[in-house]
């Protein structure tokens, strides 16, 4: 397989001010491969990018946002004796640099040395480049191989897939027969949804307000849905559970009242995992934490081996991604993408570019 030398990229020049524009292919260094990209999907950090940056994001004029993406392997750097060319594989954008004590316990998610390019830290879209290009080279640590059961468009939501679970398993998992809460029908709510139900959930309960994703959430398996809007979620779930309440709720909404509504909504000695994005500190009663001996959890991203333990569940339909998936547009139309996802245009759930 021959390489061109330019590539076509989105690349942020500014604040708001994303280009899509000529630059070269880069190279494989050691124990990384480049991917040809296929699609990557515009997760809710990319607009805040966009319109902010990150902190230890590359240069303006530089950076190429993206981390959901997954494409073809083109070419493998030195050492990478796993993968070889014509491989498909997503990437998940966390690399620890694997000799901090974090990263030696395996919570590399939340490597203590964040950032730092010289450690070996990596999170591609975020610190270094990442998928909005034709091209992107990733290390071997974070590709995941999935078969042609798969396309491009579905393995982009093994991160979102990853994010739920675990969020779940840090939370102490789910038990069968259990009753779940999902706070949230946004991408990584549904996805909640559809993991409850794969570990064994009795009963799974989504708790959101646009209709038309809870009608979504219905479709992937949520056995009853909750309007909050409408209804009192706290006195709809003390009904359905005869006072008892939720043993585990996946709080995904990152909305205050979200927030804080999770704490609510869990029985005495129940689990609550946070997934949420919060932009701004949330008030929970952790009077009642202590009291109801409630173990609460954050999940930071999808750590541990979740991406390859998703794969067989997509693979084999248990977990769905066609409801989700429900906007398509080119790089060069990114930032048309970009708008429809944040103006959520046609209902969009998930957009993805397809370089
Ligand atoms: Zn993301
Ligand atoms: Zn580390």
């Given amino acids: 397989m021959s390489l061109p030398k330019r590539m076509r990229a989105a690349v942020l020049y500014d604040y708001n001010d994303l280009r899509v524009v000529d630059r070269d292919v880069p190279a494989p260094g050691e124990q990384e491969v480049l991917i040809q990209v296929k699609a990557c999907a515009i997760c809710g950090s990319d607009p805040k990018i966009v319109a902010h940056g990150w902190p230890s994001c590359p240069p303006m004029g530089e950076y190429i946002p993206g981390h959901e993406f997954s494409g073809v392997i ?10 070889r060319a014509g491989e498909r594989v997503a990437v998940e954008p966390h690399k620890g640099c694997g000799h901090c004590i974090n990263c ?13 390019l010289e450690e070996g830290h990596r999170h591609y879209g975020f610190t270094v ?3 909005y290009a034709e091209y992107a080279v990733c290390h071997i640590n974070c590709i995941h191989k999935f078969s042609e059961t798969l396309s491009y468009e579905d393995a982009t939501l093994l991160t979102t897939a990853g994010t739920a679970l675990y969020g779940i398993q840090r939370a102490g998992g789910i038990w069968p027969g259990e009753t779940v809460v999902v706070i949230g029908p946004g991408p990584i709510g549904l996805m909640a949804v559809q993991l409850a139900k794969v570990l064994g959930a009795g009963r799974v309960i989504l708790v959101g307000t646009r209709e038309s994703r809870l009608a979504t959430g219905k479709e992937v398996g949520a056995d009853i849905t909750v ?8 006195q709809a779930i003390s009904e359905l559970t005869g006072g008892v309440m939720a ?3 996946v709080e995904t ?4 009242g979200g927030g804080a509504q999770a704490v609510e ?7 609550v995992a946070f997934v949420g994005i919060y932009s701004e500190p949330v008030t929970l009663n ?12 954050g999940g930071k991203a999808e750590g541990e081996d979740v991406l390859d333990r998703i794969v067989p569940l997509m693979e084999s339909g248990r977990i769905k991604t066609k409801p989700l998936l429900t906007h398509e547009f080119s790089l060069e139309q990114i930032n048309e993408g970009m708008n429809t996802y944040i103006n959520r245009v046609g209902n969009a759930l998930k957009v993805v570019i397809k370089p």
């Fill in 129 to 131: 480049n990442g998928g």
């Fill in 247 to 249: 043993d585990m709720v």
């Fill in 253 to 256: 909404s990152g909305s205050t």
């Fill in 104 to 116: 030696i316990r395996g919570l590399y998610t939340t490597c203590l040395n964040y950032g730092k």
């Fill in 74 to 83: 083109a070419a493998v750097g030195s050492g990478v004796t796993g993968y």
């Fill in 286 to 297: 952790l009077n009642k934490v202590v009291q109801w001996n409630v173990q609460l959890a």
């Fill in 227 to 234: 309007n909050s809007r409408e209804t009192d979620a706290v």
């Fill in 265 to 271: 909504l869990v029985k005495k000695s129940g689990r």
